[in-house]
């Protein structure tokens, strides 16, 4: 990577996903970063949240942004992916893309040596519903979750696999103006189970605007730190 002061994007065909990966500015692969996995919504791929990283911090972490593995047509010219299937509510589909998406962790995991314990998950919509399905039973391996306009798809089997530790921060962002009641009984239901989630409502719809980005890239700091504080200015990516 260089002396480049732009972030590096990799596009890798991994054994369960295909996937980018977003280096840090100045990247040094002699040193261990944190890790942050960043899974977007239904319809979009794994391009839709990458020009997050460099709103969180273009020094100091690697990102992983996998596309969902389901395709979806979207119009005749246009394919997304999903997580599981439009309308199905089937939860082994959910199983499934989780175990996509652990395997694929494990694969970045080796390759850039990142430790358990120093590795946030965000996801969006769909995404964020994988988050809670990956993250929650694993304390151990993801430092926190963050849970953007999205709800925990199937409580039931949720409760079941709860770790005994339930001090695992969790931040949840969630609009006003879309159906907020997934994210209430989301909130509630971790409440009830022994969490303390971090909940905010906004005035907005189905999207992550400017006002949640502001409560959200400190609390990421907060809970994951950089490996380096930023001393240089943010700078945009170089996608392939």
């Known amino acids: 990577m260089g002396t480049s002061k732009t972030m590096q994007v990799e596009t890798v065909q991994g054994e369960n996903l295909v996937y980018l990966t977003l280096y840090p500015v100045d990247y040094d692969p002699s040193l261990s970063y944190p890790l942050v996995v960043m899974l977007h919504g239904f319809g979009a791929n794994m391009y839709d949240l990458a020009s997050l990283s460099s709103v969180i911090g273009a020094t100091g972490y690697i990102y992983v942004c996998p596309n969902a593995p389901i395709p979806v047509q979207l119009e005749p010219q246009m394919v997304g ?137 400190p609390w990421i700091h907060g809970v994951l730190p950089p490996l380096q504080s930023e001393s240089s200015p943010r700078s945009g990516l170089i996608l392939p």
Request: charged content about 25%; overall charge negative.
């Open 81 to 217: 992916f999903a997580w599981s299937a439009p309308g199905s509510n089937d939860p082994q589909q959910l199983v499934n893309a989780e175990n996509r998406i652990l395997g694929m962790l494990q694969e970045v995991l080796e390759k850039h040596s990142v430790a358990p314990g120093r590795i946030l998950m965000l996801g969006f919509s769909q995404g964020g519903s994988m988050t809670y399905q990956c993250g929650l039973g694993r304390p151990d391996l993801f430092a926190g979750l963050v849970a953007l306009s999205c709800s925990i798809r199937d409580q039931d089997g949720m409760r079941e696999r709860l770790p005994e530790e339930r001090s695992q921060p969790i931040f949840i962002a969630h609009g006003s103006y879309d159906n907020i009641e997934r994210a209430e009984s989301s909130r509630d239901f971790l409440l009830i189970e022994g969490y303390d989630p971090d909940y905010h409502e906004y005035r907005m719809g189905h999207e992550i605007n400017q006002e949640v980005l502001e409560d959200l890239v």
